[in-house]
């Protein structure tokens, strides 16, 4: 239950670039990143360590411009920076909200960014800032929900919070079918074979190995964030076994 203590210590969010569009279908809105930093300060006065996966897809996704024909490796690059870009709008509205923040690009940019170094990134959630992973594993052919999974084993993260905008995992999907029933529960193997849209199966499986949690919970409700790192039962939890 939440008594106002944080069930983990160090912590991984992985929030979709969608998210920053807000009520647009593309971009950044203001309004909603300034929203959802707050959110992220309360949930750092709890006292955890917090660090963020912030995607791209608002502004580019690599797999879409290459089916029309674009280069892979090319898209996926721009996709990167479509990361860095959001990262950047977000330690923005951190700072001015007086949070503690470090960029840590996968992709060097030292006038914008730190390198991303795994010592330096623990060092910082160690000082108690925010630490923002951007420009994903730095590697086309990933998303930045294997940059979660990844950066999450290397700094020794107890848990993924994957944030979505539906309430969790559902046998198929909520918005188009009314009668789609949500899993309390599931397991990597679950997930994987069932084809379940939770993370892709290389971040999925990279959990297995390494028996990372994730809870997929919908951060379109105020106050989840918090309801999730206090160990609420809310979302779906992906694990090897029973809650
Ligand atoms: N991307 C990549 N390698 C990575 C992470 C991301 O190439 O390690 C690219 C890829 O093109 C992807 C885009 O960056 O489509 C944006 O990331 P993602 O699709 O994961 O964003 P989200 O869906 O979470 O907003």
Redesign the pocket.
Known sequence: MDNGTPKYKRIIL?V???VFAGPQQFGIDGKTVKAFAQEIKEVKELGCELALVI????I????LASEMGMDRAS??????L??VINSLALQDALEKLGVSTRVLS?LEMRQVAEPYIRRRATRHLEKGRVVIFAG????????????ASLRAMEVGAEVILKATKVEGVYDADPVKYEGAKKFEELTYIEVLNRELKVMDSTAISLCMDNRLPIIVFNIMEKGNIKRVVTGESIGTLVSGGKR
């Open positions: 992985k979709t670039g969608e995607g791209g897809g608002n580019f996704r690599g797999a898209a996926d690059t721009m996709g990167m479509a990361t996968a994903g594993t730095g590697n086309p052919y990933f998303t930045t929900d294997t940059t």
